[in-house]
């Protein structure tokens, strides 16, 4: 089975346009694969560029050099280079992201907030609920919030209304930014679960987890990040 996520030699910098376009280098040379079935984590300090990594293989940041090569419909694509559109189907199909926070929609329920990637793929309504039902159920959050929005809910309900909306689809590649940062101890322990049956299904997943219990349950591998950072911290 193809490696679904090789990263070689990727290096971003930002340019301060306002700030006489000085240059900040954040990472180079980054280069490291996921396999199937494994959970790996970014690690290193405060500002070490782990977001900034994540975000390149979203797509949400522009990569300077190198390559991010996606196992996407049978095929290899470069995401470092794809156009637009392509970073837009391998998102719907091929590599789901668990931010911190939700984009809470106004008026749309939390049950539907979670159920809609899935009717978005085409599944049936009924059975998407079923999955959402599952997840939230399983998040513990009280089914009277189910029919509301959730922009009014605590940090912790949001936080857990993300994960079921992200863990609900079969993406093979899942990147996950902090998703525990506002839990409580028993719905880490539900995330951590979550996880571990990705794994088992054989998802790839990349994750950033300043929790370190939560880093120690789910890591198959740590990548230390101040690995790809040594010339800016020299500098
Ligand atoms: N959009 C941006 N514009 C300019 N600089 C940025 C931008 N995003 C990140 N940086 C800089 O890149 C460096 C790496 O930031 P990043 O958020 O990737 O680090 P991190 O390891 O995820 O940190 P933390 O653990 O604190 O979240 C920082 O010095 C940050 O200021």
Same mark, same amino acid.
């Given at each position: 089975? /193809? ?5 070689? !030699? ?8 306002? $700030? ?14 996921? $396999? ?24 949400? #940041?522009?990569? !300077? ?18 156009? /637009? ?11 789901? #992201? ?35 039902? @599952? ?6 959050? /009280? ?25 609900? @689809?079969?993406? /093979? ?6 998703? @525990?940062?506002?839990? !409580? ?38 990548? !230390? ?11």
């Amino acid at each position: 089975m /193809p490696t679904p996520l090789v990263v070689s !030699d990727v290096a971003k910098s930002f340019t301060m346009h306002l $700030r006489d376009g000085i240059r900040l280098p954040v990472v180079a040379g980054v280069s490291f694969s996921i $396999r199937a079935g494994e959970c790996a984590v970014l690690g290193g300090p405060s500002g070490a560029g782990k977001s900034s990594i994540l975000k390149m293989l979203y797509g949400n #940041y522009a990569v !300077d050099e190198g390559q991010i090569i996606v196992q996407h419909e049978n095929g290899l694509i470069d995401l470092a280079s794809a156009s /637009p559109r392509t970073v837009l189907a391998v998102r719907r199909q091929t590599i789901g #992201y668990v931010s911190q926070f939700l984009r809470t929609v106004p008026r749309v329920s939390a049950f539907d907030v979670v159920a809609e990637p899935l009717v978005e793929r085409g599944e049936e309504r009924e059975a998407a609920r079923e999955k959402a039902r @599952t997840l939230l159920t399983q998040l513990n959050l /009280p089914e009277r919030l189910w029919a509301l929005p959730p922009a009014t809910f605590s940090g912790g309900e949001q936080q857990r209304v993300n994960i079921a909306r992200g863990f609900i @689809t079969g993406h /093979p590649i899942l990147l996950l930014d902090e998703p @525990t940062a506002s839990l !409580d101890a028993r719905n880490r322990d539900v995330v951590v679960e979550l996880i571990a049956a990705k794994k088992a299904a054989g998802v790839a997943l990349l994750g950033i987890f300043h929790d370190q219990d939560v880093r120690e349950a789910v890591a198959d591998r740590v990548i !230390d990040v101040t690995a790809f950072t040594a010339g800016r911290i020299a500098a």
